[in-house]
């Protein structure tokens, strides 16, 4: 199908803080290239209809333009920044927030051979494919019911769910499907990553979060690295910087008292890390992060 009543009703429908008058429902309107910039991921699927963006998860990169998505089923520390974006021609996406409930709800009322066999390997916690046409005419039916007050809160939830039929029946599904497995590899990637996140600051043994993750520590190690492109430790590391800049926007002038609270108890070390994540050292970077946050909204990258 033509992306340009996709388009249209982006453009019709985004507003400022990305949010539709759809519970789960995102509209993304971009009017300039920004610096990668990082943030956790959720676990979304993000259709482009105009632009193109770029997403970095460990040593893997993502791009993604008109007419493809991007799945993720793990909330993963993220790189992101949209590459062609302009005054004239913005860069505009759909997002739409995946439930585990969701997922599993669709799974159990499948019948015998309604879905593609699933594969050995756990899959990457992040996927990206062209749409296909029955995807996109999903996608575009709910964008419509933002002009149809009256019908929407019936119809919203059905067409919802067909979108989820049609990620978990195509080219991506196996990394779908695994949201919503109870036992699953993912799952039990997914408790870690939650534990990891929850914990960021502390010291743990990678024995320890893998027997907790219900996993031998060889499956875990293999099927982490899998999920999220990342170690464990590599992943911690994310986090604590991630959150270090967030906590710097606020607080710029004290920088080491951020990074002992994330977790470095080495200054020279904490400096070192974030340069290398972010570019400029964590005084130089928390002054501008500072400046940003009392622009107007919408400067922010």
């Known amino acids: 199908m033509s992306l340009e ?5 982006l453009e019709r429908h985004a507003r400022p803080d990305w949010r539709t008058a759809v519970d789960g429902v995102l509209i993304s309107k971009v009017d300039r290239p920004d610096p990668p910039a990082p943030a956790m991921s959720g676990t979304v699927l993000a259709v482009i209809a105009q632009g193109a963006k770029r997403l970095a998860l460990g040593e893997r990169v993502y791009e993604y333009g008109a007419g493809q998505y991007l799945v993720a089923s793990v909330d993963l520390p993220v790189t992101g920044q949209f590459t062609q974006a302009g005054p004239e ?3 505009l996406g759909f997002g739409l927030a995946l439930e585990p409930y969701a997922v599993a709800e669709l799974l ?15 899959p990457s916690g992040i996927a990206v494919s062209d749409a296909p046409a029955a995807l996109l005419d999903a996608v575009v039916r709910l964008l419509r019911l933002l002009d149809e007050p009256r019908d929407r809160a019936v119809l919203a939830p059905l067409v ?4 989820l039929w049609r990620l978990i029946t195509g080219e991506q599904g196996a990394t779908v499907r695994e949201l919503g497995l109870a036992d699953s590899g993912l799952s039990h990637v997914s408790r870690a ?3 990891i996140r929850e914990h960021y600051a502390e010291s743990f043994r990678v024995e320890d979060v893998a027997r907790m993750s219900g996993m031998s520590v060889s499956a875990f190690y293999r099927n982490f690295q899998a999920v999220t492109a990342m170690s464990p430790i590599q992943f911690q590391k994310q986090i ?25 108890d080495n200054a020279s ?25 009392r622009a107007p909204a919408g400067i922010l990258p």
């Open 240 to 264: 604590r910087l991630q959150e270090a800049r967030l906590l710097l926007a606020t607080r710029p002038g004290d920088v080491t008292g951020v990074g002992r609270r994330v977790g470095y």
């Open 193 to 195: 990553v939650r534990w």
């Open 89 to 91: 021609r913005p860069a």
């Open 269 to 293: 070390q904490f400096s070192r890390e974030y340069r290398r994540q972010f570019g400029a050292p964590p005084s130089r970077d928390a002054a501008r992060l500072h400046d940003l946050t």
């Open 5 to 9: 009543e996709f388009r249209v009703l």
């Open 160 to 163: 919802k769910r067909e979108i």
């Open 108 to 122: 159990l009322r499948a019948g015998p051979g309604d879905l593609p066999r699933a594969g050995g390997a756990v």
